[in-house]
């Protein structure tokens, strides 16, 4: 087997491995692994967050003083006491003192002037020993003594976070903490060891009581164990046997030991024989008790002293106060019943006005439909009104004839299967032939010739091009025109010269052309009330129009013959020396 070694708690808890890598890191020395305690106390509650100022009692080694720096506002105050010194934390002031002593509370008071506390937070703990009960205690009173000068330091609706033992003495502190604070909170956070007995309380909102009674912080009192039940119990029938008391002196608040009981009060208690206990006379103060006929004069001598009454009378009484009671609680009941019977017809009344209520809805609701009713007659009026002065005005303008509404619809179901009973019924459907067949005089698409949108140029025995772009066949022209450089130059100057070829012949070529096609053109056609405003002829037109033709810039600074024939010369030389003939 392998040799078991033995190693500390502190060495496997994980928040002491954290406390040491980040006090290393952040802070250049060790933080407190108690630091984390309040880190997620402070998560849960956000107390740090809107504190201005904070006072750690029991701050060494000053883990907690940190973690309320960091968490607290800017330019925040934080003071930590402890009887052992404090390691300087940059924007934190450190006192040593006892925070049993009031030295101790006058140096924090210094330190704040005006200011009051918003939190106060107690991590304090006595050096423990081997007697769990007495380390206990002193834990408790150590706790006592911080909320003490807690509530002479903070302000009203502060925090007081603190840690105390479970022990007997924890009910006393939460009682002690619920009268001085709204909220008080028992938490546990996981930074504490399960095996820990420590728990923190997080008491929040303080009071500040204009006047503290001293024994709500006195150990003495807050801790005495108290003996709740009575050792000595009152025998109501047997007060001849009861033992003598030991002369233990009078009460603190009672200096006697007569008792006097209402009998309005001795009515209402729920138990005669404990109220009889305590009481030495009856007071018959209501009249109506001491006037009813079961308060005998005997009942009323018997209230007067009940310390001295036998069984018969206490009995007597019990009796009485039986009879009473059960009168009073049957009154009780009549009262109940006819305040029942009062809120039974208050609901009847009210059911019948909401009847009511709901009658004037229904009638308003049906007056509204009504009304709706007759707006839709009204609409409805108004459109075949206005439906009928068309009609009227379509017939003056005799756009429709009186009687015939044109084409109708004989039944509306004319498409339906319905109609079909019969095979032959189903045939006649299906070879229905028209009545009337429409006889088209063109000829069919089959039949018409497609015209060509591209005429393809055959040169041998085709068609043929004349000048002027129109198509003639070879046999439509006796003498076509030949075709040759020559022409065409002429042509070209005769067009740019505005000498081509003159209307008439374009009239002629245009009438050949078109004389095969069935197309006759004349010059009768010509409108005779288009008349021409230049008097001169065709002749001087044609002569006017070259002599502007030659007058353009282009023509001005023209060569002479020389030139050109020189620019010939030259050219025939170097075709020579190329080689040419």
Not at 81 to 93: A, H, Q, S, Y
Not at 184 to 200: D, G, L, M, N, W
Request: glycine share 4%.
């Amino acid at each position: 087997m392998g040799k078991k070694t033995k190693i500390g708690k502190q060495r496997k808890d994980k928040y002491y491995q954290l406390a040491k890598e980040t006090g290393n890191v952040a802070f250049k020395y060790v933080l407190s692994r108690a630091a984390f305690k309040l880190i997620q106390l402070n998560r849960k509650f956000e107390f740090l967050q809107k504190s201005r100022v904070c006072v750690d009692l029991c701050a060494a080694p000053g883990g907690w003083m940190q973690v309320a720096k960091q968490n607290m506002p800017v330019s925040s105050v934080v003071i930590g006491v402890d009887l052992f010194p404090i390691k300087t934390i940059p924007g934190c002031v450190s006192i040593k003192g006892d925070i049993t002593t009031d030295e101790c509370r006058v140096a924090i008071e210094k330190e704040l002037q005006a200011w009051k506390a918003d939190v106060v937070l107690h991590d304090g703990a006595p050096n423990v020993g081997k007697n769990w009960l007495h380390d206990a205690y002193q834990q408790a009173c150590l706790t006592l003594s911080a909320l003490k000068l807690a509530t002479r330091i903070m302000r009203a609706g502060g925090w007081f976070v603190t840690k105390i033992f479970r022990s007997k003495d924890y009910q006393p502190l939460m009682w002690v903490f619920k009268q001085l604070f709204k909220k008080v909170h028992a938490t546990k956070p996981q930074a504490s060891r399960v095996e820990s007995a420590e728990i923190f309380v997080v008491c929040q909102a303080y009071k500040a009581p204009d006047k503290l009674d001293p024994r709500f912080l006195n150990a003495k009192h807050v801790f005495e164990e108290l003996d709740l039940e009575p050792q000595n119990k009152l025998s109501v029938f047997h007060p001849e046997k009861q033992k003598k008391a030991k002369p233990e002196g009078y009460p603190e608040n009672d200096y006697t030991l007569y008792h006097t009981l209402s009998v309005r009060q001795f009515l209402e208690s729920e138990s005669a024989v404990d109220a009889l206990q305590g009481a030495s006379e009856i007071l018959l103060d209501d009249p109506e008790v001491e006037n009813h006929p079961l308060t005998t004069a005997e009942i009323k001598e018997c209230c007067k002293d009940i310390k001295v009454l036998g069984r018969k009378d206490l009995r007597a009484i019990l009796s009485w106060w039986k009879a009473l009671k059960k009168e009073k609680t049957e009154a009780n009941k009549k009262s109940e019943e006819t305040t029942n019977e009062s809120e039974v017809k208050e609901t009847k009344e009210e059911e019948d006005d909401e009847d009511e209520r709901d009658m004037e809805d229904l009638s308003r609701q049906i007056s509204e439909l009504q009304d709706e009713e007759a707006r839709e007659m009204r609409r409805k009026r108004k459109r075949t009104n206005k439906e009928r002065k068309k009609l009227q005005d379509k017939l003056n303008l005799k756009m429709i004839l009186r009687g015939d509404e044109g084409p109708k619809l004989e039944a509306a179901d004319m498409f339906e299967l319905k109609q079909i009973h019969s095979g032959k019924a189903l045939e006649n459907v299906i070879d229905d032939t028209p009545d009337v067949l429409a006889e088209s005089e063109s000829e069919s698409d089959d039949e018409i010739p497609k015209k060509r949108k591209v005429v393809r140029f055959q040169k041998d025995g085709g068609d043929h091009l004349d000048k002027s772009g129109t198509f003639y066949k070879p046999g439509d022209i006796s003498e076509p025109e030949e075709e040759s450089d020559s022409d065409d130059s002429d042509d070209v100057a005769r067009e740019g010269l505005g000498l081509g070829s003159s209307d008439e012949e374009k009239e002629d070529k245009f009438s050949k052309v078109n004389s095969n096609k069935g197309i006759k053109r004349h010059k009768e056609d010509e409108n005779p009330l288009i008349t021409d405003l230049d008097p001169r002829n065709k002749k001087q037109k044609k002569s006017h129009k070259a002599e502007l033709w030659f007058e353009k810039d282009v023509f001005k600074n023209l060569e002479n013959e020389a030139d050109e024939d020189y620019e010939l010369d030259e050219m025939i030389e170097q075709y020579k020396k190329k080689g040419g003939k």
